[in-house]
């Protein structure tokens, strides 16, 4: 059971119903929404993270499972050692083994018996009767039979030690491929106990930090971005504490937010709407990948007052269909006497995407007053919900929460949307981190 996992899929299950009731936006600018027929019911318990107990008992277990293991294959060892097996086959093979020698001192009287017939029946002359002619005749023929008959008693015990020998040898490799099952079966325990031991480890360290707005993350980026082409945003990280702040690292990821008509559950692969991101900043000039590991773009040392600029590239892939989709930042940090911390706020920016081959629709021209008197306004952009966050395309640094939604359209619902579906929907490094130290946090 590994915590990341675990977390992720909570953290999908707890935002996967506003991003089905609100992906058909702007279409919910003017009507109350309506539950969707692709919503599906809340996950189970056993889908929300591990406390800290659960994980103290899950490494007791996991060790009690190898101990056993161990002490089950050094059992097994020692029998092959000591040659130890069904008492029955041991018993069948030593009188398997009796019967053969047995046999063979009965087919040795009888070839000797075999042998005195003959010399007596060589013996008989011409002055010999015909009864000693017929007896020893007699003789001769029984003694053969009964060598015949010691033959096949002989053949028949050999084929009975054969078989005894076969099925002690058949128990000596099943006991050793035994063993052998058992020595991989403890590899993965130990590996099992490993996890465990980590997580708990991770749960107890992440327990010990704070959030606080130590470090601050400014993300902005093209309002529009086409399938199968780069788009390149911008990506700020300041150090707004009191003090120099020891390592820094920054998660980054992205997502298409879910189409209408698409069906979420328990299975739903939530990688499909992931939007690969690549980053590279003064330091390093060349295009790094980000992982789907939560490997993170590490920042390293910022001083107080001070801010790093990172360029994040993100290539939706070439059949992605056109919708839209948020780009999400996270940080945290780590200092050198042992304080730690994540960001309460994280960074989002929102876009539509083209598929390939489309092209941006212009933007609308107020029409001009033919009087003299005030100019009619612009279009309304319609941002008239949360002030806290921007429209997209814009960037902002809003803490990672679910806001009140505004109900006048696309623009006010994605930032709040946008924030649900990048952090949890492509399972990216930012979101799962949050969710992991805040559960930590409230389990400590």
């Not at 063979?104 to 000693?132: G, H, I, N, P």
Request: net charge negative.
């Amino acid at each position: 059971m590994k915590i990341r996992r675990i977390l992720a899929t909570a953290v999908a299950a707890a935002v996967t119903t506003p991003v089905v009731f609100l992906s058909a936006a702007p279409a919910f600018a003017d009507t109350k929404p309506s539950p969707s027929a692709t919503q599906k019911p809340a996950q189970n318990e056993d889908d929300k993270p591990p406390t800290h107990q659960e994980l103290v008992e899950a490494v007791a277990k996991a060790q009690a499972k190898l101990d056993a293991l161990e002490t089950e294959r050094k059992q097994v060892l020692k029998d092959l050692k000591d040659d130890t097996m069904d008492p029955a086959l041991k018993a069948e093979f030593l009188a398997a083994k009796e019967a053969v020698k047995v046999a063979e001192e009965a087919r040795k009287t009888a070839d000797q018996k075999v042998v005195t017939a003959q010399e007596a029946f060589d013996k008989l002359t011409e002055t010999s009767t015909e009864e000693e002619r017929k007896l020893a005749e007699k003789d001769l023929a029984d003694a053969k039979k009964a060598a015949e008959d010691a033959v096949t008693a002989k053949t028949a015990a050999d084929l009975r030690l054969e078989k005894a020998q076969t099925a002690c040898d058949d128990a000596r490799v099943a006991l050793a491929r035994k063993a052998e099952l058992l020595r991989r079966d403890i590899v993965l325990a130990e590996e099992e106990l490993a996890q465990a031991e980590q997580d708990l480890e991770d749960f107890e360290e992440l327990s010990e930090c704070v959030e606080d707005d130590a470090v601050r993350i400014d993300l902005s980026g093209p309002e529009t971005i086409t399938a199968g082409q780069p788009a390149v945003f911008s990506m700020r990280v300041t150090n707004t504490s009191d003090r120099a702040l020891d390592l820094v690292d920054v998660y980054a990821n992205a997502s298409r937010l879910i189409l209408p008509g698409e069906d979420i559950d328990e299975d739903t692969d939530f990688m499909k709407w992931s939007i690969p991101v690549e980053w590279s900043s003064a330091d390093v000039l060349e295009w790094t990948q980000v992982s789907d590991e939560f490997e993170s773009i590490e920042v390293g040392k910022l001083a107080k007052g001070a801010h790093y600029d990172v360029k994040l590239r993100l290539t939706a892939a070439a059949d992605s269909p056109a919708g839209q989709g948020m780009a999400f930042a996270y940080a945290e940090y780590e200092n050198n006497d042992g304080t730690c911390g994540m960001a309460l706020d994280g960074a989002h920016a929102g876009f539509d995407i083209l598929a390939k081959g489309d092209k941006p629709k212009p933007t609308p021209t107020p029409t001009p007053s033919p009087s003299t008197s005030t100019p009619a306004p612009a279009p309304s952009t319609g941002n008239t919900g949360n002030t806290h966050t921007t429209q997209q395309g814009g960037s902002s640094s809003t803490p990672v929460n679910n806001g009140t939604l505004a109900a006048t359209g696309a623009n006010d619902v994605l930032p709040q949307l946008g924030l649900a579906a990048a952090g949890a929907v492509a399972l990216g490094a930012g979101a799962v981190f949050v969710a992991r130290r805040r559960k930590a946090g409230t389990q400590a």
